[in-house]
């Protein structure tokens, strides 16, 4: 992986505006397969040509072959079957979420956010579950290999420094997912990283850098307090997906693989947001060189202070989001600049990389994202040209 030697370099977290033409031609890719393929190699051509010219030194394919998030998996898990949510299910359960009920049901109610004001997940269809009935097995070598051969293809046709492709951690794609086949919890989620194995083995094995999304540790300590559980009943719940992300990660050399945690990507308080200092030792026990976290998100961005007293691990990276998901306001270049100093002040200039605190697409709007990755990287070079980027710690 390449680090920040002589300058600092920029990259993000994974997802970018789609265009239109691509959502269209997958509203209809049953019923035209080589439309869909036709347009997501063009789409994918696209986003990386403007991230390259928008000066993004280490980027991606917008996560433009998935779905959604982690939805794109359901096509490429086997074991699964879909049922009709039982009543009361998919239902989001957190502290925060009851604490400012006012506002999560008015913002629900205007759209605002992907939640029904009674906090069931908003669907254009009847939602439904995923239940585990047999082993799980991974099935979705065609698309991974589509996906790779679109960026490698786009990759082709301009010069950047690196590039990787985004993909879920275990405890990302469990939730949502109901194990009827496994004696034990931790049979069903060591059999979900067993599956998953097989997409990391072979995006790392194309030569692209593998980053694993894990949004679900961080969001999970709401959740287990609006359920009544201790901090001590999460962080062994986290552990168990950690010790399986590792196990998953097993053949995967630790200098090709970069891990992301955030907070959640909806716009509301995050009241109740777990302190990264309560997660740093997960954070840091993945197997991988690259951590992106959230520093720009008002919530978080004092956390930069943990790293006076948190050592970081020789050879390991920092990438903390320096522009932001969860506002609309474009971040000026010298503050970008600042928070990048922050980090490079306490690690050293090669272990500080300039990343975003989560996706921007579907996030801020298409113009919006883009200026922030502009900015993103414009505020990169000023801190490269500053005595503390170029010194170091």
Not at 26 to 44: F, G, I
Not at 181 to 207: C, M, N, P, Q, W
Not at 269 to 277: E, I, Q, R
């Amino acid at each position: 992986m390449q680090r920040s030697t002589t300058r600092i370099l920029t990259t993000h977290v994974g997802s970018l505006p789609r265009p239109a033409s691509l959502d269209d031609a997958l509203d209809r890719r049953q019923d035209d397969e080589t439309a869909y393929a036709t347009a997501l190699s063009k789409a994918v051509a696209d986003v990386v040509r403007k991230q390259a010219d928008v000066g993004i030194d280490v980027v991606n394919d917008g996560e433009f072959g998935k779905s959604s998030w982690t939805g794109y998996l359901t096509e490429r898990l086997g074991g699964f079957e879909p049922r009709p949510v039982p009543p009361g299910g998919q239902v989001l359960r957190g502290k925060d979420f009851s604490d400012f009920a006012e506002f999560y049901a008015d913002a629900s109610r205007a759209q605002a956010l992907w939640y029904t004001p009674d906090g069931r997940l908003r669907t254009p269809r009847a939602p439904v579950q995923w239940v585990c009935t047999s082993p799980i097995t991974y099935a979705g070598q065609a698309a991974l290999q589509r996906d790779i051969e679109n960026f490698r293809d786009a990759l082709n046709q301009i010069s950047v420094t690196e590039a990787f492709l985004p993909v879920a951690a275990p405890a990302s794609v469990e939730p949502g997912r109901v194990n009827e086949h496994y004696r034990s919890e931790e049979e069903f989620v060591y059999a979900l990283a067993e599956a998953l194995k097989v997409e990391y083995d072979t995006i790392a094995g194309s030569g692209i850098l593998l980053q694993v999304d894990d949004a679900f540790i961080p969001y999970n300590y709401d959740r287990f307090f609006a359920d009544g559980k201790s901090v001590s009943d999460y962080l062994k719940h986290c552990e168990l997906r950690i010790e399986a992300l590792n196990h998953a990660l097993r053949d995967v050399p630790e200098d090709r693989v970069r891990y992301h945690i955030c907070w959640g990507s909806w716009h509301g308080p995050h009241s109740t947001d777990v302190p990264l200092k309560e997660i740093i030792h997960l954070l840091l026990r993945v197997k991988a060189q690259a951590y992106l976290f959230e520093a720009a998100n008002v919530r978080h961005e004092h956390e930069y202070h943990l790293w006076e007293t948190v050592k970081l691990p020789e050879g390991k990276i920092l990438i903390p989001g320096v522009v932001s998901h969860a506002t609309n306001v474009l971040e000026h270049p010298e503050l970008i600049a600042e928070r990048i100093s922050r980090f490079v002040e306490r690690v050293g200039r090669e272990n500080v990389m300039a990343g975003t605190d989560c996706g921007l697409g579907g996030r801020v709007h298409p113009q919006l994202a883009w200026a922030k990755l502009k900015v993103l990287a414009e505020g990169a070079a000023l801190a490269s040209k500053s005595g503390i980027a170029l010194a170091g710690a």
